[in-house]
């Protein structure tokens, strides 16, 4: 019985599809086109009533987010052209920066802050005596009962460059600077673009000697200072034979018309290339070129003032090494 109602019902169920394929195919056209008819209405009704906002939604951006990527683009290479322009103006300035500019109290305090044992270590810096003794008979050279020390010089001049360095460590252990500003050599002498300093608007203040300082010429070679009437009566009789070869050569100085200076003592070349700052940061290596010659330098200077000053300070013209070049000094 089992066998039977197995194979009986796919009978039935052929049998009742044949009916309903019979039944559709009397009806079939009739529900076809009423179904066809049901369904366009239905599109039609959908069509009309649906917003056209995805058709238009690109068209309806704002032009400047349909163009985003061409406008970030332009940005972006705008922005680095600004980006060279600023970068070679920056370049430019500073080849200049500083020059003209009250020098900084970190430099100046390097210049003033030379440790004793690196004077010491350095001593004449293995440089040559310079300073040309005056006759015995002159009277010293005194303003306001102090002995006075003249120098001239000017801006363009690299060999005067090479000298400030010196001139102001030396006279920094007898008194203070106020004013200096930084400068560098002519850019198209010898030694182009030396760091230096000026004295142009310098003052100095000391109650062991006076500073007569006159820078004649800036940079570019313009007149600047006319050195005082005692100072040009010095440069008159001093800067001249038999004292140098060179008559009118700076830099000068005279150590109250004691002794006189016309030439630099030792040859910039050691400072080429070399920033105010690093300068001052070698001036306590003792092994430094740079540092051998201007100290060596300073020391002399500091020597020859100490015999102005009858040894004063004493913490200054007591140093061995002081006293040690003092004596060895040309006696007049």
Not at 66 to 93: D, E, H, P, T, W
Not at 215 to 226: K, M, S, V
């Amino acid at each position: 019985m089992a066998k039977y109602n197995r194979q009986r019902r796919p009978q039935s169920t052929q049998a009742t599809s044949s009916a309903s394929t019979r039944a559709q195919s009397a009806t079939g056209s009739t529900t076809t086109s009423a179904s066809s008819s049901r369904l366009n209405d239905i599109r039609s009704r959908t069509a009309a009533s649906r917003p056209p906002v995805n058709r238009y939604r690109y068209a309806r951006q704002p032009w400047w987010r349909r163009n985003l990527i061409a406008l970030a683009s332009g940005a972006a290479v705008v922005l680095v052209i600004i980006g060279f322009i600023f970068y070679a103006q920056a370049q430019n300035k500073a080849a200049a920066v500083g020059i003209g500019d009250a020098a900084p109290h970190s430099i100046m305090s390097q210049l003033s802050g030379v440790s004793a044992k690196t004077a010491s270590t350095v001593g004449t810096g293995g440089l040559q005596d310079t300073f040309e003794p005056t006759p015995p008979n002159v009277p010293p050279l005194t303003s306001k009962g102090l002995p006075e020390i003249v120098y001239v010089g000017a801006e363009y001049c690299p060999y005067c460059a090479a000298d400030r360095w010196s001139t102001i460590i030396a006279l920094d252990r007898f008194g203070s600077f106020n004013g200096v500003t930084l400068m560098k050599s002519s850019s198209s002498d010898v030694f182009p673009n030396t760091s230096t300093f000026s004295f142009r608007n310098a003052t100095y203040t000391s109650k062991y000697i006076v500073f007569n300082a006159t820078e004649t010429q800036d940079r570019n070679n313009g007149a600047l200072g006319t050195p005082s009437t005692e100072a040009m009566a010095a440069l008159a009789t001093y800067d001249a034979p038999p004292y140098t070869n060179q008559s009118g050569g700076i830099p000068f100085m005279s150590y109250a018309n004691q002794w006189v200076t016309t030439v630099s003592p030792y040859d910039p070349t050691v400072l080429k290339d070399l920033s105010w700052q690093q300068i001052a940061a070698q001036l306590n290596n003792p092994n430094s070129a740079a540092t051998k010659s201007i100290i060596g330098t300073a020391n002399y200077q500091t020597a020859a003032i100490c015999k102005l000053t009858n040894n004063q300070p004493a913490s200054v013209c007591s140093e061995p090494y002081i006293k040690s070049i003092e004596a060895a000094l040309p006696s007049r």
